[in-house]
């Protein structure tokens, strides 16, 4: 909340799924919707791919230091790259 107070162009979240229970993933993927539809520009960075795949316009993989791929979460999640070297085949949405 105290991020908000200025009423920032950009925020940034590190890891804002790192040890959190399902309900409280909700509310934060919820919370994050809901600025980001205000207008709100939101960068996220986190080891949970599918928790925040699932609420990015557009998303960056890094692999070894180094960009891997870009691209919408479709785009991501279908490139056999990303699935070889980074999600594994069994990796659903």
């Known amino acids: 909340a105290r991020a908000l107070v200025r009423n920032p162009a950009i925020l940034m979240l590190d890891e804002p799924f790192a040890g959190v229970?399902?309900?409280?993933?909700?509310?934060?993927q919820d919370i994050v919707r809901r600025l980001a539809?205000?207008?709100?520009g939101i960068i996220i960075t986190d080891h949970?791919?599918?928790?925040?795949?699932?609420?990015?316009?557009?998303?960056?993989?890094?692999y070894n230091g180094r960009l891997l791929k870009e691209g919408t979460t479709?785009?991501?999640?279908?490139?056999e790259?990303?699935?070889a070297r980074y999600l594994g085949?069994?990796?659903h949405m």
Request: aromatic residues 6%.
């Open 81 to 83: 790259e990303v699935r």
């Open 48 to 62: 949970n791919v599918r928790e925040t795949l699932s609420v990015v316009d557009r998303a960056y993989m890094v």
């Open 89 to 91: 085949e069994a990796f």
């Open 74 to 79: 479709a785009e991501l999640v279908n490139d």
């Open 21 to 28: 229970d399902p309900l409280s993933v909700n509310e934060i």
């Open 37 to 40: 539809k205000q207008g709100l």
